[in-house]
């Protein structure tokens, strides 16, 4: 019951474990996810292939570099922010568990 009441916090290798779905799972989930919904039904396999065709073809190659970089870098972004809230969370606990101990 106090788990319920937040009387009592979840363990930090609860959080190491929710860390690692979000790091790894969920990307390469999201990945396997957009690509099956495009397989499996016509309308957005056009609209994708239809948008990135007039996108890709817009731009020259040193847009294309920039563009691809930009998603590279936005990626590795969300990665170290994620891992960061992780260890601020898990740093959070451990303050707590001294203070009260």
Known sequence: MDFLT???F??????????YIGALILPIGSWFL???LIRKYDFLDTLYNNG???IWKSLDKKQQVRLVLFFIFLFLFVE??????????????QIRDALIQ
């Open 52 to 54: 990135k065709n007039i």
């Open 80 to 93: 170290l922010f994620w891992r960061m809230l992780f260890e601020f969370l898990i740093a959070y606990m």
């Open 10 to 19: 979840i363990s930090i290798e609860a959080l190491i474990i929710f860390y």
């Open 34 to 36: 957009i690509d099956w």
């Open 6 to 8: 937040f009387k009592s």
